[in-house]
């Protein structure tokens, strides 16, 4: 629906910086970790856009047929919102208000805080018959045990995992952006859905009236 062709860009913006927070944690490059809490700051604002532009660009798309709905454009909207969100399941709900919340705080008090580790990461896909040829030795493989990485590994980097603190029940920064990305993209396709059903029953409402006041001028 070209109508949110906004509220689609910004749903882009998000997924580019959830990218951007993927390649901080998986590069084998020195990074420096500020960079990480700049594109999270980036992410959380993108995905409050999304919600944003989607309210006003809905608005503008329902306000003509106001009459029809028998409400006004904001006033629907707000109660599809409520609607879609109650349907969540409470997981989900959790994760959409958990980073709303993030967004507001990055906003008005300060930077979310962020807990980092250190984390090996292998530098080349594995091939286990190197393994079991003997090119790789005992204490290769003991270390690898204890860095948590495959035992064909010959040569690893240090790389970074970044965590919300423990309290907030989401401490996986990664795995939590994915999942809110993932709601977003269903919040954008649920509203496309809603917007298009409802121009169409409203198209044929005014189809029928205009039928009815035919038939009684007739």
Known sequence: MDELASTRDKLGEAGFFLGKL??????????????????????LNAGYCVRQHA??????????????????????????????????????????????????????????????????VPHERGN????????????????????????????????YDHYFPDATGFPDILKTGRKYQSLLQRFVEALEQMLDGTLKAAAGSEKNEGQVLQSRTG
């Open 128 to 159: 286990y018959s190197r393994l079991l040829s003997g090119i790789i030795d005992e204490t290769t493989v003991r270390m690898n045990q204890e860095l948590g990485l495959p035992l064909w590994t010959t040569a690893w980097f240090t790389a």
């Open 55 to 120: 309210r006003t660009e809905a608005v503008c798309i329902l306000r003509p047929i106001r009459k029809e709905m028998k409400l006004s454009g904001r006033t629907a909207y707000e109660h599809w919102e409520m609607k879609w969100e109650s349907d969540l399941q409470t997981s989900e709900k959790n994760v959409w208000d958990f980073m709303n919340n993030n967004r507001g705080q990055e906003v008005h008090k300060g930077r979310v805080e962020t807990v980092q580790k250190e984390k090996a």
């Open 22 to 43: 993927q390649e901080e944690c998986s590069s084998p490059m020195p990074r420096e970790p500020i960079h990480f809490r700049y594109y999270l700051s980036a992410f």
